[in-house]
């Protein structure tokens, strides 16, 4: 069993526990109880499902191999699936002086020869809070926004404003694993993905998520909407199910709070806040989920929650450590080894309104030349379905098919330089310039 060590004292292993614990409850997310916590995960957790078909067909006398084997249509056929929770490695590394503090904190005034002197355990308490507070709520962000690899300029939201995935969090870089968000856009990718791989076709094969909406929510009536578009969305299964409920930032409910404050007939008073809850179910508001996302699933501690995290116990002998740095020197240091993932087990039943996507459009090419009563295409990475195009000309059409754009122009249509807009179902746009001869 792993130890800590504590200002040289050496605590027992269920210490050691309740503090790898609270590595990963100290923050929203597991204080409204959003999440379930997978302790002992050293490489892989494979969260399996499974799922079958249609089963139901014309009654035979004597039925045959035939009529119990499987078909098109996913007949008479189990289909199973796989999601991961591979934690992976991150630490948190401090030195300092105490006696850099000697002058604030009587604590680090000790009696005694000065080589004698060891760090006040009162004092190691305060520091390693403070540590710890700060860890938490790297934690708490990381778990919705972080991005494996770091960031990444094609995952875009629609404000610059907006906490990017991947980025750098008060307490340092969400890198280490995809939070909420980025399980949210991996799949949405893999769903649209015209040559998928294996690994792109089991994402599909586990669910897909409920996509509401990818819009910005800038006033109260907008987040309302937003609410109740991922209501009309929820899937009829899990729509009585206590443990349904939304999670969203502090900026969307201060815009609906104030919404809902300013109606002329209301049940609320004004110097109270409203009730969170809409069409039944809670409304969560926490710190750590981006602007304008709302997530509507069953979030809770325990294994029927939707939301996982992985953790596992420190890789080396000790997971916890408050020591001297070495025998000659003064610096102490503290020193977390950490492991940790974040998945969805059912993306099915999650509904999400969110601006984060990955910008996907991509043309061949930024201009394009076509003669009178003639057509010329360019290539744009998105395929049929994902994209519109529209031309700033009435004489020059544009249209769009299976990844090319083909503009036509009229015999009569005006020479000159002319414009054809690309917008992709995340509303990202680009342009062509067309010159007309």
Known sequence: MATINY??????????????VYAAQGNDTYKEGLIHIEPGIQKRKVLPHMSLGKIIQDNQPTPTSTHGGNS????NQYQVSERYLDPADFMVYLEFNPRDFEDYWKPFQPDGKLVFRELDPKVQATMLRLLLDRKDQYIGDAIWCSRKGGTNAAFVSDSTDN???GGDSDAGPMKYFD???????????????ANPTDAEKNEVASGKFVIAGNTALSTGAQVEAALKAMHQSCPKNIRKNPNLCYVMGWEAWDLYDAYLTAKDVKYTENADVNKMRYKGHRIVVISGIPENTI?????????????WMGVDY???????????????SELYFFQMRLKMDVNFILPSEVVVWTTYHKNILTLAATTASVAQGASTTVAVSASNGQCSVESSQAKLTASISEGTITIAAAADCP????????????????EITVTVS
């Not at 002998?317 to 001297?324: F, I, L, N």
């Not at 690309?422 to 680009?430: L, N």
């Open 7 to 20: 200002a040289g004292n050496t605590y027992a292993g269920e210490v050691l526990e309740d503090l790898l």
């Open 72 to 75: 098109s249509g996913n007949f």
């Open 163 to 165: 906490v990017t995935l």
């Open 179 to 193: 939070g909420a968000v980025m399980r949210v856009i991996n799949n949405m990718l893999a769903a649209i993905a």
């Open 295 to 307: 997530f509507m699933g069953k979030f809770t501690r325990d294994m029927n929650s939707n939301l």
């Open 314 to 328: 420190a890789t080396d002998e000790e997971s916890v450590k408050v020591e001297p740095l070495q025998a000659n």
């Open 415 to 430: 020479t000159g330089t002319h414009t054809v807009t690309v917008t992709d179902s995340t509303g990202d746009t680009a």
